[in-house]
């Protein structure tokens, strides 16, 4: 997993938790890195599961809101990183089904070593978008979340359901209905 989103990562749990929480966290993880990450570094997703499952147990919030709450709070980090992305698409939809085929192929090309989920577009029309996403991760709660800051960047109502096609979580539907 990429530095960036342990960085950004630890100041979320910063901001919201507090400096207390954040070096509780590191030092019950037991992390090899020790909580120093740099954005462009590569370090084992283990840590991740480490960090917020010690979150969630210091917190008492339960894993996947918080996975939730931190893809609302990454997409700030992804709209100041990447501003053209958002003025190359002209609606949520097309920039949510553009993932898969324009978005993350540009992040494996400036990081080999990502990471990065499949968002497999069952079907798009202009009001409705059915998309699957797979990844051994299983983190489409942090989907979720930059979807739903996605479509408010754009000021689309949308109801966002969610549907796990498998116990573990890896591979989950999504379906994007318009509100009008
Ligand atoms: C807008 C520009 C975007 C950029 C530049 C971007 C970039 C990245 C990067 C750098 C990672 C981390 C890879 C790693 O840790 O190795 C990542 C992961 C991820 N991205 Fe994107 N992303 C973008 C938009 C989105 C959007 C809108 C979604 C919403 C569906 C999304 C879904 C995810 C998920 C769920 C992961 C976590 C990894 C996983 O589930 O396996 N990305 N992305």
Do not use: C, W
């Given at each position: 997993?990429?530095?960036?989103?342990?960085t950004e990562f630890?100041?979320?749990?910063?901001?919201?938790?507090?400096?207390?929480?954040?070096?509780?966290?590191i030092?019950?993880?037991?992390?090899?890195?020790?909580?120093?990450?740099?954005?462009?570094?590569?370090?084992?997703?283990?840590?991740?599961?480490s960090?917020?499952?010690?979150?969630?147990?210091?917190?008492?919030?339960d894993?996947?809101?918080?996975i939730?709450?931190?893809?609302?709070?990454?997409?700030?980090?992804?709209?100041n990183?990447y501003?053209?992305?958002?003025?190359?698409?002209?609606?949520?939809?097309?920039?949510?089904?553009?993932i898969?085929?324009?978005?993350?192929v540009?992040?494996?090309?400036?990081?080999?070593?990502?990471?990065?989920?499949?968002?497999?577009?069952?079907?798009?029309?202009?009001?409705?978008?059915?998309?699957?996403?797979?990844?051994?991760?299983?983190?489409?709660?942090f989907?979720?979340?930059?979807?739903?800051?996605?479509?408010?960047?754009?000021?689309?109502?949308?109801?966002?359901?969610?549907?796990?096609?498998?116990?573990?979580?890896?591979?989950?539907?999504?379906?994007?209905?318009?509100?009008?």
């Open positions: 997993m990429k530095g960036i989103v342990f630890l100041e979320m749990v910063e901001q919201k938790f507090g400096l207390e929480t954040t070096d509780t966290i030092t019950k993880s037991n992390l090899k890195s020790e909580g120093v990450y740099t954005s462009v570094g590569t370090y084992d997703f283990g840590e991740m599961v960090l917020i499952t010690n979150l969630s147990e210091e917190t008492k919030i894993v996947p809101t918080l939730y709450t931190y893809g609302l709070y990454f997409f700030d980090t992804l709209k990183g501003p053209n992305i958002f003025k190359h698409y002209k609606t949520g939809f097309n920039l949510i089904s553009g898969e085929k324009h978005i993350h540009h992040v494996r090309k400036i990081y080999p070593d990502a990471e990065l989920p499949s968002f497999i577009t069952h079907e798009e029309t202009d009001t409705k978008l059915i998309i699957e996403y797979q990844s051994e991760r299983a983190m489409s709660s989907a979720q979340g930059l979807m739903e800051r996605t479509l408010e960047h754009y000021n689309e109502e949308v109801t966002i359901k969610k549907e796990l096609l498998n116990s573990d979580g890896t591979k989950v539907l999504f379906t994007l209905v318009r509100n009008v």
